[in-house]
C-alpha cells in the first residue's frame, strides 16, 4: 500500500455512467475493506458530487493527476469504454496497482486472467500485466449456472440465445427504447409491416431497428461469417472462463424491449449422463444462484422478477428429449450488476483481501 494506510485505495474510474452508480451502491452495501475511494469520470463529469458510503465525494477528471499517490496495493476499478481502458489500464498497472477492468480491452489477452469469482477465484492472483478483466454482461448471465453443472458432470457443448435488455448499451440504449414507446404507445402500431419502423424512423438510437414492440437479432459489430462480435464473446469468453479451449459454443443474441436483466435459454451437453433433480440439486446449492423453478404454478425467472438482484436465476429446468446428456435451461441476470459492477467489486475484494493476508 502507499503511505501508511491500513486498507488500499480503490478507484472508480467510470464512476458517472449505469455500470459506475451500480457499482457505487454496491460498495455501500458490502463490507467496508477500503480506505480512500476515489471517483473519477470523463472532464466533463468532473465536479460532480456522489455519495459513497455515506460520504459525499467529489469527481474528479481522468487525467494522470487523478492516480496520485496510487501505487502498489491499491485497486484501479475500470467501468469505460474499450478504448479509454485500453489507454489508462496499463499506466495505472504501470505505477503497481491492480486494474480491475470491465470493458472488453483485454479479457482475450493471454497475459490477462478473466475472472468470475464463483467459478475461477485462484485466477486473479496471476496477472502478470496487473490487470484482471471482468467477462461481458451475457456471459456473466449464465456463467456461474453453467460454471457449477460443469464442475460435476464435464460441460461438452454449450447452445444459448440470449435476449438482452437495452441497458446493456447504457445511457443511450435506455433512452432510445424509452423514447420509442411513447411514440407508439396507445397506437395501433405492430399490426401492420414497417408500421413501427416508419414511427420510429431513423431514431433506432444504439441499436440496428427498432425494439420498442420488436426484437432486434443483432447485438454487437460486425465479425467474419455473419457472426457478431457479441457471440463471439459468449464463446470465446465461456472457453477462457471454464479453462475449455476447445468447448464447442454457439450464440445467437437479441436485443428485446427490456430495461435491464438478460435472459438465455441454455442447452448444455455433459461428458456424463445428466437428471432434473441432480441438476436442481447443484444448482440450488451453487453460490450465486437461485432456483426459480416450478412451471406448474408459474414459477420460473423473468426479468421484471431479477432485476435489482444478485444472482443469477434459472429455471425451466428439462432434460433434452433425444439426449440423456444434455439439460436445456432458461437464466435470468441483471446485467448492470452481476453482470458488470457486482462481479468486478467481487473481483477488486478478492485483491484486496490478498494484500490483507500478504
Not at 423473468?302 to 428439462?318: F, K, Y
Amino acid at each position: 500500500m502507499t503511505g501508511s494506510r491500513s486498507a488500499p485505495t480503490l478507484a472508480v474510474v467510470g464512476a458517472t455512467g449505469a455500470v459506475g452508480a451500480v457499482l457505487l451502491g454496491i460498495l455501500s452495501q458490502h463490507a467496508d475493506v477500503w480506505g480512500e475511494i476515489r471517483l473519477i469520470a470523463s472532464p466533463r463529469s468532473a465536479g460532480r458530487k456522489l455519495l459513497v458510503r455515506g460520504v459525499v465525494t467529489e469527481v474528479v477528471a481522468l487525467t494522470e493527476d487523478a492516480f496520485e499517490g496510487i501505487g502498489a496495493g491499491d485497486v484501479v476499478v475500470f467501468v469505460v469504454p474499450d478504448e479509454v481502458a485500453a489507454q489508462w489500464a496499463p499506466v495505472v498497472a504501470a505505477k503497481g496497482a491492480v486494474v480491475v477492468d470491465n470493458s472488453a480491452a483485454f479479457r482475450m489477452d493471454p497475459d490477462v486472467p478473466l475472472v468470475v469469482p464463483e467459478i475461477n477465484p485462484h485466477a486473479v492472483r496471476i496477472r502478470p500485466r496487473g490487470i484482471v478483466a471482468n467477462p461481458n454482461c451475457t456471459t456473466l448471465a449464465m456463467i456461474v449456472a453453467v460454471g457449477a453443472l460443469h464442475a460435476e458432470y464435464g460441460l461438452d457443448e454449450l447452445i444459448v440465445s440470449s435476449y438482452q435488455a437495452v441497458s446493456g448499451a447504457g445511457h443511450a440504449g435506455v433512452d432510445a427504447l424509452r423514447k420509442q414507446i411513447s411514440l407508439v404507445a396507445g397506437t395501433e402500431l405492430g399490426e401492420t409491416p414497417g408500421d413501427v419502423r416508419r414511427a420510429v424512423g431513423d431514431d433506432t438510437g444504439p441499436f440496428a431497428g427498432p425494439v420498442a414492440l420488436n426484437v432486434v437479432p443483432w447485438v454487437g459489430s460486425l465479425a467474419e461469417g455473419g457472426w457478431s462480435s457479441e457471440e463471439l464473446k459468449i464463446r470465446n469468453e465461456s472457453r477462457k472462463i471454464l479453462d475449455l479451449p476447445d468447448l464447442r459454443v454457439t450464440a445467437t443474441c437479441v436485443r428485446v424491449p427490456v430495461i435491464t436483466t438478460h435472459s438465455l435459454t441454455v442447452h448444455a451437453r455433459f461428458e456424463k449422463d445428466v437428471t432434473v433433480a441432480a441438476a436442481h440439486e447443484i444448482l440450488s446449492t451453487a453460490p450465486g444462484v437461485v432456483v426459480f423453478d416450478n412451471p406448474e404454478v408459474g414459477d420460473f425467472p423473468t426479468p421484471a422478477d431479477v432485476v435489482g438482484t444478485d444472482p443469477s436465476w434459472v429455471g425451466r429446468i428439462r432434460r433434452s428429449l433425444d439426449d440423456p446428456r444434455a439439460l436445456e435451461f432458461f437464466v435470468c441476470g441483471d446485467n448492470l450488476r452481476k453482470g458488470a459492477a457486482l462481479n468486478t467489486a467481487q473481483i477488486a475484494e478478492l485483491v484486496a483481501a490478498e494484500f490483507s493476508a500478504d
